[in-house]
């Protein structure tokens, strides 16, 4: 009934939109398991229940708290509220220090304990992440 | 200040000449001369002639440390090397946009220089299309970025540059990254013009081809700079993080590599004409976002100079504008094609370059959907979120197969009707690579069944290839060399990650660490002084267990103007791995912070880049000799 283009063409369009379909659900149902959520230290103290999933928490890192040993540095991060305690084994970027900024990615033991896998670096001294900022209350 | 007030004047008349030659040429458009008036040309020529101008009053500017503009104050000093004076003049959000701006003006006037043969109304209305994307710089640098505001009383010192900046791979990548940028806007405005005049042909496609190549070939080295800065200059420790502003540059990329694969279809068959004209938009479109996020401060990184909403909203504006414009003249003067009635053959060069395509999106709306959905989420429900690596890999590494065995065997096929040839070699090729890979992995825990099918399909693409270099040889030489360097830079990135080893610690001067491998010791540590930073260095010697000792010594800098701490990694290159070892510290702390990696294949990553763009370089100039 139909000429031989035409059904060509509708075989390629259902192709396409078939494959478009796909990969957008692939795409949404990784995003689901991947995604990573920022929350301050009262967030957490607010959380409902704890889960393994990593979080990123940002806030100061609190004067006088940084203790260095061989295998982990542990501090606490604070939003001038609510503080967690931090322990964290890895790479120190350079602009990691008490009374400054910090984002950590990990994963909360309970709600005054995160065993962070990752501290983001940051590139410019003064330069405050958006998400620090908010988390202490931007004065 | 002279200089200073040369640069300002100069962008004046730029913009000046720039108005003068738009009303020149649209006069030109409609009158009855076959030929392009001189005068355009020559206006073209005082348009980019007085942004060199006005560039060159900023570098001078650097270069005498005139605080009095307030551009070198915020990023310059005066005890700062000349090099990264000079480079400094494009390291800042200001002097970035009149570089862009230059490029532009370099790349048009060149568009028609380069364009003899073309139609005259398609020239004209390329020119004229690229001329309301400069005004718009134009504007938008004089509006809301000037890079020679006054500042009174004149600041004794500036506040120097960061240094994490101030380094030779940084210093080219923004000029290099901007031609392949700004090539993809001379390919938007030839497309709308050629879709405009009904020119879409095969000679229209031989002759885009070129400043495709052109753009191609400086986003991927641009690209690549950026990437081996960020290896040894940020300590991370790897060469790509799926940063979003690392995926805002591979997305035109991407779109532009699937565009420089349809062209050819253009050429030779006169098919996919509208493809090409919206991956033509799509490019430039995803160039002009991936300045506007990085710019406007919605993306975090080194590449964000100063949180202005002004700038932002002025890019975006011009940015819906462009889009709109394009997408109205796209439907408005899209006509089916029906002169050329396409047969398809599914066993064909064609299909196998849409299947090159669907990959191409698909990756696209991957790192798309990664990239800006955190975003969205943030302006609509205020909830922050990331989207780490895990994402990206998960959603790309197993297309990567299909598309390593398309990819093998796309090539061979032919343009027409086709089948495939020599089959028993092809799968022989096959089993080789599986039992090569399954040798190479054996000893590997984790993943070995995915891991040995990866690795196949890249050792697939790597053998087909070689073999097609050596034997069939000049039927498509640069091809055959871009392909060859795609599929070692798969390889080189898979063994990379399979088998690269890392340790972190902390450890304090005249400490051992012992690890599985090995040991570290930390000898002791030197300081110097110089002129814009005194460093720290760290003498550390690696035993490994096979007996082999390593010296390396990172360095710690401390920068005077801005105080800031960087780390330089010290890294041994060799043809099999690169032993990388960074420093780090903590104020007030004993303990030293170090990362010791042996990243394999490392050098490859960068050696096979550089091929696949030698396979562009080959096909620009392929052309010249044959014809």
């Not at chain 2, 990135?493 to 930390?522: A, P």
Request: glycine share 6%; hydrophobic share 50%; aromatic share 16%.
């Amino acid at each position: 009934m139909y000429g031989k283009k035409v059904k060509l063409r509708a075989l390629f369009l259902v192709l396409i939109l078939t494959s478009v379909i796909l990969s957008v659900f692939l795409i949404l149902q990784s995003l689901k398991e991947n995604v990573v959520y920022f929350q301050s230290p009262s967030e957490i103290k607010d959380l409902v229940e704890i889960n393994k999933k990593k979080i990123r928490v940002g806030g100061m890192v609190k004067e006088q708290s940084i203790i260095i040993e061989v295998d982990k540095v542990n501090f606490i991060i604070t939003d001038f509220i609510n503080e967690i305690n931090v322990t964290y084994s890895g790479a120190v970027p350079n602009l990691f220090a008490e009374g400054k900024g910090v984002v950590v990615e990990g994963s909360l033991k309970d709600r005054n304990y995160l065993v962070a896998t990752k501290i983001l670096a940051k590139h410019d001294e003064n330069y405050m992440p958006p998400e620090v900022k908010e988390a202490i209350g931007e004065k | 200040m002279l200089a200073n007030q040369i640069g300002y004047f100069s962008l004046i008349l730029g913009l000046f000449f720039s108005l003068f030659l738009s009303g020149v040429s649209i006069r030109n458009f409609y009158d009855n001369n076959k030929k392009i008036d001189q005068k355009v040309l020559a206006l073209s020529f005082l348009q980019f002639f007085f942004v060199v101008i006005s560039f060159l009053g900023l570098i001078f500017s650097f270069i005498n440390s005139d605080f009095g503009n307030e551009t070198v104050f915020n990023n310059s000093h005066t005890t700062k090397p000349l090099f990264y004076k000079i480079s400094g003049t494009w390291g800042n959000h200001e002097g970035s946009l009149l570089l862009w701006l230059l490029v532009l003006t370099l790349f048009i006037f060149l568009f028609l220089l380069k364009s003899n043969e073309q139609p005259k109304k398609y020239r004209i209305l390329t020119l004229l299309f690229q001329q309301v994307i400069i005004i718009g710089f134009f504007l938008f640098i004089l509006k809301t970025s000037n890079p020679f505001n006054y500042l009174f009383p004149i600041p004794e010192e500036g506040l120097g540059l960061n240094p994490i900046l101030q380094d030779p791979a940084l210093a080219i990548h923004p000029p290099i990254l901007y031609l392949g940028y700004v090539g993809s806007s001379i390919i938007f405005s030839a497309a709308l013009s050629a879709i405009t005049q009904n020119y879409i042909s095969k000679k229209w496609a031989h002759h885009i081809k070129k400043w495709i190549l052109v753009s191609w070939i400086c986003l991927t080295l641009g690209i690549m700079l950026g990437s081996i800065w960020a290896y040894y200059e940020l300590g991370w420790g790897g060469f790509w993080f799926w940063d979003p502003v690392e995926n805002v540059s591979l997305m035109p990329w991407l779109t532009l590599t699937a565009l420089l694969h349809c062209i050819l279809v253009l050429e030779k068959r006169l098919a996919l004409t509208s493809w090409v004209v919206i991956l033509s938009i799509t490019t430039f479109t995803l160039s002009m976002c991936g300045t506007f996020l990085v710019r406007s401060g919605i993306l975090n990184s080194v590449h964000t100079f100063a949180n202005d909403p002004e700038r932002g909203i002025f890019i975006l504006i011009f940015l819906f504008i462009l889009v709109f414009l394009s997408l109205g003249i796209f439907f408005f003067f899209h006509k089916e094609n029906n002169k050329n009635i396409n047969r398809i053959f599914w066993l064909s060069k064609e299909t196998s370059i849409l299947i090159n395509n669907w990959f191409m999106m698909y990756f696209l709306s991957v790192i798309l959907i990664g990239t800006t959905y955190p975003i969205f989420l943030d302006v609509i429900s205020g909830q922050k979120i990331s989207v780490g690596p895990p994402f990206y890999q998960k959603l790309i590494v197993p297309f990567l197969i299909p598309f390593l065995l398309f990819m093998s065997l796309g090539p061979k096929l032919n343009w027409v009707k086709s089948k495939i040839e020599n089959k028993f070699e092809l799968i022989m090729l096959f089993i080789i690579s599986a039992f090569l890979s399954f040798f190479i992995l054996r000893k590997l825990s984790s993943d070995l069944l995915f891991n040995t099918i990866l690795i196949s399909s890249a050792f697939y693409l790597f053998f087909i290839t070689i073999k097609d270099l050596f034997i069939k040889k000049f039927k498509n030489f640069p091809q055959s060399v871009a392909h060859f360097g795609f599929s070692l830079l798969i390889l080189s990135i898979l063994f990379n990650s399979i088998f690269s080893f890392e340790v972190i610690t902390n450890i304090k001067v005249g400490e051992k660490f012992t690890f599985k491998r090995g040991d570290i010791s930390f000898e002791k540590i030197e300081k110097n002084e110089n002129t814009n930073y005194n460093s720290i260095i760290g003498h550390f010697k690696i035993n490994d267990n096979k007996g082999k000792i390593t010296h390396l010594k990172p360095e710690l800098r401390i920068y005077n103007q801005p105080i800031i701490v960087t780390s330089e990694a010290d890294i041994k290159i060799t043809l099999f791995s690169d032993t990388f070892l960074v420093m780090n510290t903590v104020k007030g702390k004993k303990y030293f912070n170090i990362r010791y990696q042996i990243k394999a294949f490392m050098v490859w990553i960068w050696i096979s880049v550089l091929l696949i763009c030698l396979g562009g370089l080959m096909s620009l100039f392929k052309k010249q000799y044959e014809k």
